[in-house]
């Protein structure tokens, strides 16, 4: 009798955390994806000539930070849209090389600041609490020296497999897998 109700005991135990599984999968199946926001972010040529303000985040789809910080930059974006630009640049791309190398973009995620006339004047690197971020848009917004700037957080490792062409006859990036 007793292994009976310890079997059963085993078995809804079981069950409560097949299904606290199951539902945690599908909780992250909704979460707010790096793809999603880098689809409807402002594209970089418009945000440097449209007179406002800008964010501009450098991120890979494998970096835990910015994936870790994706739900609370979605829900700033979703509050500061109509006032600023968010621009997002995966740094997988080599398109984006240039920028990597203008702001110098050694670890990720890496944000820049840039005033309404698209001159950079701040950038913080890794991960930043949604309260950090918010209190140096709304800095920015005011034209006033951002707060929390030189914070550094956590970061993922970034190395690029694009090397520059130094033949300066040739003006392209080439892969090294190439």
């Known amino acids: 009798m007793l292994n009976s109700i310890r079997n059963l005991v085993v078995a809804l135990v079981a069950i409560v955390?097949?299904?606290?599984?199951f539902l945690g999968i599908q909780s992250q199946g909704s979460a707010v994806s790096l793809e999603s926001q880098a689809k409807a972010s402002t594209p970089l040529t418009l945000a440097l000539n449209n007179q406002k303000p800008s964010l501009v985040e450098f991120y890979a789809d494998w970096c835990s930070s910015c994936q870790a910080m994706a739900a609370d930059l979605a829900e700033i974006k979703a509050e500061y849209h109509d006032s600023m630009n968010f621009v997002m640049l995966n740094v997988d791309n080599s398109q984006w090389l240039p920028e990597v190398l203008r702001y110098r973009v050694d670890g990720i995620p890496h944000f820049v600041f840039l005033n309404s006339e698209g001159k950079a004047i701040a950038q913080s690197i890794g991960e930043q609490p949604k309260p950090i971020?918010?209190?140096?848009?709304?800095?920015?917004?005011?034209?006033?020296?951002?707060?929390?700037?030189?914070?550094?957080?956590?970061?993922?490792?970034?190395t690029t497999s694009l090397k520059v062409n130094n033949d300066p006859r040739s003006h392209s990036v080439q892969s090294q897998r190439s």
Do not use: E, Q, R, V
């Open 17 to 21: 955390l097949g299904i606290a599984l």
């Open 133 to 158: 971020i918010k209190a140096n848009l709304d800095a920015l917004l005011a034209n006033n020296s951002l707060p929390y700037a030189a914070k550094t957080g956590k970061t993922s490792d970034f």
